[in-house]
Each structure stands twice: as structure tokens, then as C-alpha cells.
Antibody
Framework: EVQLVQSGAEVKKPGESLKISCQGS????????IGWVRQMPGRGLEWVGIVYPGDSDSRYSPSFQGQVTISADKSISTAYLQWSSLKASDTGIYYCARHYGGAFDYWGQGSVVTVSS | DIQLTQSPSTLSASVGDGVTITCRAS??????LAWYQQKPGKAPKLLIY???SLQSGVPSRFSGSGSGTDFTLTISSLQPGDFATYYCQQYNNFAGTFGQGTKVDIK
């Protein structure tokens, strides 16, 4: 069974750093792109970026380029999304998902990130 | 960026109704379009990929069509579990975008 299990909820202050994780199982993690999707409170879905764990190649939406870093460690089947300096506008739910055929076919449960002073 | 515009933003319908949601892309995306269903407090669920391919396990009352810039999601006969928000999503040149969503609620 394909599963993506994400790290838990985080509460941070503006300016702090954060790294959230997404561990995959039930499939060949190195052979699929893994992506991240943001959903701000009460809003729609936003495509953040994707990473290929096989060679750590990462691609970003222009809206998120330079704002976040996506990485992966294929040895532990885990992808990451990180911020070096959080802003209040980073508050939201972040989903990881397996990317195949141009779509996200399996999703994690979501990680809630709250940034507030 | 390729922009996606969904219409309508909200749709009121009854159980048994047929409904259609449209998604228009700002540039030609051939058939790189997917549709998702999201219920409150839940992760999105993939329904359709490559414009018209039904994801495994998704009921056949869901169908997708279109190519280029104009796409549609059709639900042939709404069931109680179909009241949700639907999103289209495109993928082109290693980047993607979502439409703004269409909420299907009970009339």
C-alpha cells in the first residue's frame, strides 16, 4: 500500500527556520517525483514544487522559487520542505504527494504550519 | 506561469443531477490536466489525470474531456458524497498550477 506520512504540526515565530518531512512507503521512493502543495487557511491549493529523490533534482513554481527549499534523502525514503526565515504568510497546511503522469496520485495527511509572533 | 480559470466558482445542485465544471488554461497544455476532489479537513483526491483518464478506484460517473486550453469535468449523477470542492491542475515544463476551485453544494 502506497503511503506518505508527514511530520506533525508546527508553531513558529516569524524569522525562525523550519524543516518538515514526508516519508514514503509501499513504492520505489527513488523512482517518483515527490511534490509539495500549500493550502492557506480557507483558500485553494498552490503548487509549490517537486523533487526527484533518485538524483535530488528539484523544481519550483516561480511563486515559491527562493522562498523554500525542497530536498530528499532516498536512503530513508523521505522528502523535505524547509524555510530559512518564516513569515506569517507561510501559515497553512502543506501536503506532500507522489507525482506521476503530471498529477499527484497519492497524498500525505498534511502538516499544519502556524507562524505567529 | 500558466494560469487556470475554473468556472463556476460555486455550483448548487441536487442528488441525481448531472454537473459540469470547466477549466481554461492561459496557454496550450495539450492534455496535461488533472482534476481533484477535496472535502473539508481532508487531503485532495485525484479523480482524473491526462485530461480524460480515470484514476483507479474512482467511480465511472466522473469523466474528463478536453485538450489544448479548454477542459471539463462532468459528474453524471451527483451522489451525496460528491458535495465537495473540485480543482483542476496543469503540469507543463516541470511546473504546475491549480485552478481556484469550484465548490459543489446542495441546492
Amino acid at each position: 500500500e502506497v503511503q506518505l506520512v508527514q511530520s506533525g504540526a508546527e508553531v513558529k515565530k516569524p524569522g525562525e527556520s523550519l524543516k518538515i518531512s514526508c516519508q514514503g512507503s509501499g513504492f520505489s521512493f527513488s523512482s517518483y517525483w515527490i511534490g509539495w502543495v500549500r493550502q492557506m487557511p480557507g483558500r485553494g491549493l498552490e503548487w509549490v514544487g517537486i523533487v526527484y529523490p533518485g538524483d535530488s533534482d528539484s523544481r519550483y513554481s516561480p511563486s515559491f522559487q527562493g522562498q523554500v527549499t525542497i530536498s530528499a534523502d532516498k536512503s530513508i525514503s523521505t522528502a523535505y520542505l524547509q524555510w530559512s526565515s518564516l513569515k506569517a504568510s507561510d501559515t497553512g497546511i502543506y501536503y506532500c504527494a507522489r507525482h506521476y503522469g503530471g498529477a499527484f496520485d497519492y497524498w500525505g495527511q498534511g502538516s499544519v504550519v502556524t507562524v505567529s509572533s | 506561469d500558466i494560469q487556470l480559470t475554473q468556472s463556476p466558482s460555486t455550483l448548487s445542485a441536487s442528488v441525481g443531477d448531472g454537473v459540469t465544471i470547466t477549466c481554461r488554461a492561459s496557454h496550450n497544455i495539450t492534455n496535461w490536466l488533472a482534476w481533484y476532489q477535496q472535502k473539508p479537513g481532508k487531503a485532495p483526491k485525484l479523480l482524473i489525470y491526462k485530461a480524460s483518464s480515470l484514476q483507479s478506484g474512482v467511480p465511472s460517473r466522473f469523466s474528463g474531456s478536453g485538450s489544448g486550453t479548454d477542459f471539463t469535468l462532468t459528474i453524471s449523477s451527483l451522489q451525496p458524497g460528491d458535495f465537495a470542492t473540485y480543482y483542476c491542475q496543469q503540469y507543463n515544463n516541470f511546473a504546475g498550477t491549480f485552478g481556484q476551485g469550484t465548490k459543489v453544494d446542495i441546492k
